[in-house]
């Protein structure tokens, strides 16, 4: 192993050398001072978006960011598009249903082509794990990755810490469960690398079939039960349940998960007493969350969630666009 | 030598002699100075030979000499890869965009490679491969089919593959099997394990392998057949073989450079050129091939010549089609294999010509008086570098691009011509 100099907080490094990355594809890229750099950024962006009326702020004024989603998305899409235009960018949302990828175009020549429209920012999500990866090699601009099938969807993780860090004050000692299909979700991949990364304790609780093996190199220590995994945990982040698992091929039923791996009262009730409740949207309430959960005030940070997403989607667009900005160090 | 022939035999038959080259006879033990006499087509004597008067001479200059290669599988008819790596036969899968489950098809793959080369067509196991209805297969083989394949995809139906074992089997047909027990596979593209894990790819666990060889073993067991497993990658899989063979059942197997030389790792980055069926599998696995090969377990290398262009390579992981193209490099990777100590340069011979010829039923991969006059001159020390943009091939899907290798083949002869 190379030696790895560690700098003690992000403020002995400056300009590029705090992000030198040009692209945000996965987490697994970032050091742990980059993601806290990050979440500092967001944070900035978190007090103005609570603080002003007017939100707007011009930076990315007369760049043109391009939201390109191959597969169907509403809030991530909305958020970043949220994101982009308080900044000022001018947004234009690619559609797969409407694009020329329904009449046979390849991934690649979408890339071209979006590519010579001279984007100076391309949020891009698809099916297919590692899709984002491939276009990025293929564009000028800096690529963010809003998700590629099983395999990463940094901004998520990134909104997640933060909403964590606001509310528990930091990671160290902190006892994470990611709970539910672990397997098919690239939001329990780039959290456990996150989580693990920025010091918390994660736990992967799931059913063994909706487990992917190795499961540990991600950071995480597999749990098969429910009441296992959430005993003591300060967070509880609960996943989305895809309909077309439920119905025999991974599990035997909805009520039957929900019975095993559903997050009641009752259950949250072994987690500690201030643990606080997650979940990515959209929820299948009744199946691993039930509603009253969902919507208790003082244990859900459901909307703070969305909340930091739209911050954290900024202070990425602000990070990856410097450079072409021609900020000071960050050419 | 047979001087009773009459005149007219004699003035139109050509002898050739090959001399001062290093005989890498499948049979021998190893490298033996000695000239190959050739008539016609065909080999008629080889080693210590007295070189006929009226036979032409050709110098081989110190190189090795050895029987052209025999690919026992490969998914495209492509010449100028095959020719550039010393293939001078292949055995064609019948996975191709109209299954070779037909007699006319058949035909006309045997014709796609002449004069100077030759296919062997693998006649589809069922009707467009769907694993159903057995397909017409003496038919085929009376056609040109040298042997009978389930393609890239394993017969679910046990009830079938029983079948298409033993109606295979009276025609005195070799099944070669894909073994991977589709169950399990679905749509993965992975081995189970931590590389899947951290790229968020569709994966099966490796023992799908040795699941499916153990089935067919048994059918086999039941049925006599004769059967061949293209690719065992997988220590279990190495394992069920071995017994399988002690126990003097007719299985032989089959592997390729890349299961030898990479490991499940080399898809990191979603590297599609690494993206092959069935998928790479963990170092313990690739140990245990090499030590298969070692030991005798293994009978076949083959280089599954798949050449495929960016229009099924250039996608997502899990999109791509599998496959690599393989033929020119699979001389020069597999003398890794003489040069660690592993095999001897004969008996890799045997392992890529030798033993897929008589696989097949075919004279040829020897140099047995009488076996096909398809010959290679090798300098197994040249070194060269794999550039994937500069293959002879249709496509230069590697994953060992920018790979250093050694081991070039100079001259290539077929049917007693040189090319």
Known sequence: ?331 | MNLVADNTDRMSMSRLAIVNGKLADPAGASLASGTVLIEDDRIVATGDVVVPQDAKTVDAGGLVVAPGLVDLGVFATDKPAFHFGGITRAALMPDQSSPLDDVGLIRQATREGKPDFWVHPIAAATRGLKGTELAEIGMMQAAGAKAVGTGRQWIADSGVMLRVLAYASGLGLTVISHAEDSGLTGKAVATSGETATRLGLPHAPACAEAMAIARDIMLARETGAAVHFRLVTTKAGFDVIRSAKAEGLRVTCGISPAYLFLNDQAVTDFRTFARLSPPLRFEDDRKAALEAVRDGTVDVITSSHDPRGPEDKRLPFADASPGMAGAETLLALSLNLVRDGLVSINRLVTLLSANPARILGVDAGSFTAGSAADLIFVDPDAPWIVDSGKMAAQAGNTPFDRVPVQGRVRRIMKGGVFL
């Open chain 1, 1 to 331: 192993m190379p030696e790895v100099i560690i700098p003690s907080t992000s403020s002995e490094l400056t300009g590029r050398a705090l992000f030198p990355h040009r692209h945000l594809l996965s987490i697994a890229d970032l050091k742990p001072w980059e993601i806290r750099f990050l979440l500092d950024e967001a944070e900035q962006w978190a007090k103005v978006n609570r603080g002003n009326a007017r939100k707007h702020d011009g930076r990315l004024a007369g760049m043109t960011q391009i939201n390109a989603f191959f597969e169907n998305s509403t809030r991530t899409l909305l958020s970043f598009e949220i994101a982009g235009k308080r900044l000022g960018a001018d947004v234009v949302n690619m559609h797969a249903g409407q694009s020329s990828v329904k009449k046979g175009e390849t991934l690649i020549d979408t890339a071209m082509t979006l590519n010579a429209m001279a984007a100076d920012v391309i949020v891009i999500r698809h099916a297919s794990s590692g899709a984002v990866a491939l276009i990025a090699d293929m564009v000028d601009c800096a690529v963010l990755n809003a998700g590629d099938g099983w395999h990463q969807h940094p901004t998520q993780a990134l909104l997640d810490a933060l909403t964590i860090r606001r509310r528990k004050g930091g990671f160290e000692g902190l006892i994470v469960a990611i709970c539910g299909d672990i397997l098919h979700s690239r939001v329990a991949r780039s959290n456990m690398l996150s989580l693990s990364a920025l010091g918390a304790q994660v736990r992967a609780v799931a059913p063994p079939t909706l487990m992917p093996p190795e499961v540990g190199m991600l950071g995480a220590t597999p749990c098969y039960r429910m009441d296992e995994g959430l005993d003591g945990a300060d967070v509880v982040m609960m996943l989305r349940l895809q309909n077309e698992r439920m119905d025999g091929a991974f599990i035997p039923s909805p009520r039957e998960y929900h019975m095993l791996y559903g997050l009641t009262p009752e259950r949250l009730a072994i987690a500690r007493p201030d643990a606080l409740v997650m979940h990515p949207g959209p929820m299948n309430r009744g199946v691993e969350i039930s509603s009253n959960v969902a919507d208790d005030p003082d244990r859900s940070a459901i909307t703070e969630q969305v909340e930091m997403g739209v911050a954290v989607r900024m202070a990425c667009l602000d990070v990856l666009t410097r450079g072409a900005r021609g900020m000071e160090g960050w050419s």
